[in-house]
T-cell receptor, first 110, second 117 residues
Framework: DAKTTQPNSMESNEEEPVHLPCNHS???????IHWYRQLPSQGPEYVIH???SNVNNRMASLAIAEDRKSSTLILHRATLRDAAVYYC???????????FGQGTRLTINP | DVKVTQSSRYLVKRTGEKVFLECVQD?????MFWYRQDPGLGLRLIYF???????EKGDIPEGYSVSREKKERFSLILESASTNQTSMYLC????????????????FGSGTRLTVV
């Protein structure tokens, strides 16, 4: 399985944008990039996914580098409710399971 | 919205007991999964099922079994609970049963925190 590398922790302030990086230098052409987040005492929650192009949804934006070896999850205006562990995961065609790494623990300061 | 419901939020069981953790999803998803989550170890896959009566071992199946008699329900069974099975257990479901559509995401339940004493 292709691996991802994320910082262990990040900190930001409320109402400011947050850029969460993810490196995946061994990504293959059919790997989708998925992001999940896990709020305290909850199960993980799907955030966004993409293959090659940048993606936007109501929760976040996903910016994918042209060579696909890295990506960035963007929270445009962080709130206290965005404090969570964020996981960047590669899902390849044929994979029936998600493999979670350690993720990035995001702290939001009021 | 898809919902994955786990029957208990907190559970305390005694060593040696047979424990059933139940999970139900309401959107006709093909795939269902059981993970456990422990501090420092992250989420680890125990078992998954891609169809009724079908099951596949995950990364840590020892000490567990599963049952999927109906599409919407996936049960995790601890045959003889031990203290090292104290953990947060998370159930998930996904539309894609073959892995051929990796664009599909997972929906997780809120988890069952099991304590074995």
């Amino acid at each position: 399985d292709a691996k991802t590398t994320q910082p262990n922790s990040m900190e930001s302030n409320e109402e400011e944008p947050v850029h969460l990086p993810c490196n995946h230098s061994t990504i293959s052409g059919t790997d989708y990039i998925h992001w999940y987040r896990q709020l305290p005492s909850q199960g993980p929650e799907y955030v966004i996914h993409g293959l090659t192009s940048n993606v936007n949804n109501r929760m976040a934006s996903l910016a994918i580098a042209e060579d696909r070896k890295s990506s960035t999850l963007i929270l445009h205006r962080a709130t206290l409710r965005d404090a969570a562990v964020y996981y960047c995961i590669l899902r390849y065609q044929g994979a029936q399971k998600l493999v979670f790494g350690q993720g990035t623990r995001l702290t939001i300061n009021p | 919205d898809v919902k994955v419901t786990q029957s208990s939020r907190y559970l305390v069981k005694r060593t040696g007991e047979k424990v059933f953790l139940e999970c139900v999803q309401d959107m006709d998803h093909e795939n269902m999964f059981w993970y456990r989550q422990d501090p420092g170890l992250g989420l680890r896959l125990i078992y998954f099922s891609y169809d009724v009566k079908m099951k596949e071992k995950g990364d840590i199946p020892e000490g567990y079994s599963v049952s999927r008699e109906k599409k919407e329900r996936f049960s995790l069974i601890l045959e003889s609970a031990s203290t090292n099975q104290t953990s947060m257990y998370l159930c998930a479901s996904s539309l894609d049963g073959t892995g051929l559509s990796p664009r599909w995401g997972y929906t997780f339940g809120s988890g069952t925190r099991l304590t074995v004493v």
